[in-house]
């Protein structure tokens, strides 16, 4: 999970990226970057941290252009470095960076084949400097001496042909002009939106979600289709093209439930209408399952599962609650390295408000329950506060698959679900009731808003891999790539290297 942007405009774009990635940094805490265009020239800041403390009045001002790409990036096994921060950048052919939301299902294929087949030199662990190659490589191979409109499509066309996985990606040519594209399955969100300068002129944004084009004063224009690329001169010049020859909506549902911004519209959907139904959902399945029920109360763990509790509780017609106040300069746990990080976290992050607890039966409503680690701590809380019976209600069903869509989700045997049911994962948290939204439920709840939506990526909760490349082996060796012993950044040290014909602002 990751944020990208991308801006082409009539005076320059640094703030207007600062301020994108600011409305995207729930979609990654680790590390930001902004490169942008000048002419010929490409500047470049990307760094570990958050956006307002990666770049600085001196970095912003040597952010010089009218086009530019953004990037912000959350912690995936192994990559701590620095280097792994993105936009990465090649300068041949013709001085190439791109960002990517994602992941690559066969990137040691895609790997082995660049090195030894293009031979083009990968210096880190990413998927997305991998994703970059594959392009330059495909673009050199049909672009003269000035690459135009159609080679870069014939790149991207190329790109669907040997990559599998999910990719939103936004990418740029010195002085030509920014990309963006998605994979055939349309897994991940990306989006586009416009606006009249006073000059005249139509400035364009691209993003992964609505919420960073509306919030920066443009207009959603609407989402690219699964395999389609949009390219964009610096002259404001807008060309389409479906470059996938064969392409399905396929959409993450983990997207509605947690990733996502509630003010975001993706594919369509708003994402605050659909936690609303998931929660209307779920206060159907209570009555029918749990008729007899005796909450008194309905307390979100904020933030993300506040809509979904607010329609519990008003179908049940219960009252609604803030049990939990949160400090908000405490990242999100789930995207957080580290077990014992997590732990540590959750008590810094919340605070129970005694009276809301004390002599009640509280119902506890997430978005999902993953490790389970967070929900264990948060009923402890509850429990300390003073509550009679703490009842937990999901949003979502078990997690029982790891995702390899782009959501470093943890190993199997990590999830609270593992070879559980629902009555031993209430045991293991340490819940009085327990109750998970059916699969089926939560689908009609996203596709209610956009009914032309036939199927979506559910992997995480069937271990149904759309991709169809997926098997036991492939999972055995995330799984170890994934482990927590994997996420210490003690031997993580290096810093970005300096690539010819790029500016590093530092």
């Not at 594919?267 to 609303?276: L, P």
Request: hydrophobic share 40%; charged share 25%.
């Amino acid at each position: 999970m990751c944020g990208i942007i991308g801006i082409v405009a009539n005076g320059p774009v640094n703030q207007m990226l600062f301020d994108g990635l600011t409305l995207l940094q729930h979609r990654g805490q680790d590390a930001a970057g902004i490169l942008t265009c000048e002419a010929d020239r490409l500047f470049l800041r990307k760094e570990n941290g958050l956006v307002k403390d990666v770049f600085h009045t001196r970095h912003m001002r040597q952010l010089q252009g009218h086009m530019g790409i953004g990037h912000v990036r959350y912690p995936t096994a192994g990559c701590d470095s620095s280097a792994e921060a993105q936009p990465f950048y090649v300068n041949a052919p013709f001085g190439i960076a791109l960002g990517h939301n994602g992941n690559l299902t066969n990137v040691d294929e895609l790997r082995a084949s660049v090195q030894k087949t293009d031979h083009r030199h990968i210096n880190t662990n990413s998927d997305s400097e991998v994703l970059l190659n594959v392009f330059a490589h495909e673009l050199s191979a049909v672009a003269g001496d000035e690459p135009n409109v159609e080679d870069v499509f014939s790149a991207i066309s190329g790109v669907h042909r040997r990559a599998k996985g999910a990719y939103a990606v936004i990418g740029l040519i010195a002085g030509r002009g920014i990309f963006a594209f998605r994979d055939p399955l349309g897994i991940r969100p990306v989006c586009y939106g416009q606006r009249k300068h006073e000059s005249g002129k139509t400035e364009y944004m691209i993003a992964s979600e609505s919420v960073a084009i509306e919030a920066s004063d443009f207009d959603l224009v609407r989402d690219l289709a699964p395999g389609e690329a949009i390219f964009i001169s610096p002259e404001g010049e807008v060309s389409f093209k479906q470059c996938a020859t064969h392409s399905q909506y396929t959409p993450c549902i983990f997207e509605f439930v947690y990733l996502a911004r509630p003010d975001s519209i993706i594919d369509d959907v708003s994402v605050y209408r659909a936690r609303m139904r998931m929660g209307e959902k779920l206060a159907d399945k209570i009555l029918r399952e749990w008729p007899n029920h005796d909450i008194d109360v309905v307390i979100p763990i904020p933030d993300t599962s506040r809509t979904a509790a607010l329609e519990i509780a008003f179908n049940l017609n219960l009252k609604y609650r803030e049990g939990f106040v949160k400090n908000r300069y405490i990242a999100r746990t789930f995207i957080m390295p580290g077990q014992e990080m997590r732990k540590r976290s959750v008590r810094q992050k919340l605070n129970a408000i005694d009276l809301e607890f004390r002599g009640k039966n509280v119902l506890l409503v997430d978005d999902s329950i993953v490790r389970g680690t967070t929900s264990s701590e948060i009923i402890r809380m509850a429990r300390e506060a003073g509550a009679n019976k703490v009842y937990l209600a999901s949003a979502a069903p078990p997690v029982r698959y790891p995702n390899v869509y782009g959501i470093d989700m943890p190993t199997a045997n990590e999830f609270v679900a593992h070879d559980r049911d629902v009555e031993q994962i209430r045991a293991a948290i340490g819940a009085d009731y327990l109750i998970y939204q059916d699969l089926d439920d939560l689908i009609e709840s996203v596709r209610a808003g956009n009914p032309s939506l036939k199927s979506f990526d559910c992997s995480c909760f069937t271990g149904e891999y759309i991709t169809g490349d997926i098997d036991q082996n492939y999972l055995d060796v995330l799984s170890s790539r994934r482990s927590d012993q994997s996420k210490n950044p003690a031997s993580q040290k290096s810093r970005d290297i300096v690539a010819v014909g790029l500016y590093n602002v530092q």
